[in-house]
Nanobody
Framework: QVQLQESGPGLVKPSQTLSLTCTIS??????????FSWIRQPPGKRLERVGY???????YYSPALKSRATVSRDTSKNQFTLQLRSVTPEDSAIYYC??????????????????RGQGTQVTVSS
């Protein structure tokens, strides 16, 4: 059984860096042809892809967040992380980590991923 679990602070102050970790169990982050994503859903808005890291370590970012986001992995811990710099209240959202068997498309919904975490609420506020 594959499981993904997000962890990180629920409250971040404006201008600081948001750091989230996704711990994977039941699978390896280096399993060929899988992609591991960070996605978010702000209140009242559509699901938004933040970025992903592929089995080879190659990364992709949403153009809107590329300048502020970094997705990395620790293969020894079977984890991948998101760092989002210079956050504003507009970055408040439920953040999910997810796995897919192909590179995720912008239009994907949560059910398009084959496994995902339960999501973690992040609020940016002073």
């Amino acid at each position: 059984q594959v499981q993904l679990q997000e962890s990180g602070p629920g409250l971040v102050k404006p201008s600081q860096t948001l750091s989230l970790t996704c711990t994977i169990s039941g699978d390896s982050i280096t399993t060929p042809y899988y992609y591991f994503s960070w996605i978010r859903q702000p209140p009242g808005k559509r699901l938004e892809r933040v970025g992903y890291i592929g089995w080879s370590g190659r990364t992709y970012y949403s153009p809107a967040l590329k300048s502020r986001a970094t997705v990395s992995r620790d293969t020894s811990k079977n984890q991948f992380t998101l760092q989002l710099r210079s956050v504003t209240p507009e970055d408040s959202a439920i953040y999910y980590c997810a796995r897919s068997r192909e590179a995720p498309a912008t239009s994907w919904e949560l059910n398009d991923y084959d496994y995902r975490g339960q999501g973690t609420q992040v609020t940016v506020s002073s």
